[in-house]
């Protein structure tokens, strides 16, 4: 039973390489699509589609890594999604996507596979834990699609398998039925968390708030100054009062959460 496993970024710097590390070990295919959307390059002000730090030299060290590039802004994240279903191995069962943020440990990753082969889900989700401006706290609570929310990650691959919907994952199979219809895992019956390192590093979390200002029509900036960017462990109580700490959603705090974190991303983490 093989897996392909997926992601899409631009300007992923902080993560791109431990993401990288952490997965080629463990999974049978590694596909990277690279680039701006539409909407990503009209909030950062962009004329080419390339991630201006280092994420594309990073990349590039590693050879078993498949990397999409067009030389255009994608759509959306829906189309990149579809680059990468273009190329899956004609030999691969699943299809897992996982943000260059998102990591899952090594156990974990095998755990799923057994249950896959076992099995034979056609759709799996998982519930996050969402690590929050520091490695030992996270987002948790929150209204309507906040930090408690199940995320779909895995599908059954089939031929002619495409994305129809970004927000959330959706894979109609080659009959166009949606996989989550046929056999699905869902995350109350899983397990396994995400381990989700969204909101750790300042300036992928102004242009995501940018970004999500252009797509969303509102003013994240203003979250991001008052409540991320001012935020800290002495005055969390005070913050937390008057914000919350989603961007989207009320209700949201933090928790401290103390956790054994996958090697590539202890090798990130700033030794006190």
């Not at 990591?103 to 056609?122: P, V």
């Not at 900036?221 to 914000?243: D, H, T």
Request: proline content about 4%; overall charge neutral; aromatic content about 16%.
């Amino acid at each position: 039973m093989k897996v392909a496993f997926f992601t899409i970024c631009v300007n992923s710097e902080p993560l791109i390489e431990a993401w990288i590390k952490h997965y080629q070990a463990v999974l049978d295919q590694l596909i990277i699509v690279e680039g701006a959307t539409d909407s990503f390059a009209k909030a950062l002000n962009w004329r080419s589609p390339r991630s201006t730090d280092n994420t594309i030299e990073i990349i590039k060290k590693y050879p078993n890594v498949q990397l999409i590039q067009l030389p255009f802004n994608y759509k959306d994240k829906n189309e990149m999604c579809n680059e990468a279903m273009r190329i899956i191995n004609k030999d691969i069962d699943y299809v897992w996507y996982a943000d260059s943020d998102e990591f899952y440990k090594h156990d974990d990753i095998y755990f799923i596979k057994q249950l896959l082969g076992k099995n034979e889900y056609s759709y799996v989700e998982f519930k996050m834990h969402h690590f929050w401006k520091h490695f030992d706290v996270i987002g948790v609570g929150g209204n309507k699609w906040a930090y408690d929310t199940s995320i779909p990650r895995i599908w059954k691959y089939h031929n002619g398998a495409s994305f129809i919907n970004h927000r959330p994952p959706t894979i109609l199979n080659g009959q166009n039925i949606d996989l989550k219809n046929i056999k699905p895992l869902f995350a109350e019956n899983n397990p396994v968390k995400c381990l989700h390192y969204s909101y750790i590093f300042e300036q992928q979390v102004r242009e995501k708030m940018q970004y999500y200002s252009i797509v969303f029509e509102r003013d994240y900036m203003g979250w991001f100054n008052n409540c991320w960017k001012a935020w800290s462990k002495l005055n969390r109580q005070y913050i937390e009062s008057r914000y919350s700490i989603h961007p989207s959603n009320a209700g949201a705090t933090t928790q401290d959460i103390q956790i054994e974190h996958p090697k590539a991303i202890n090798e990130i983490i700033p030794k006190v």
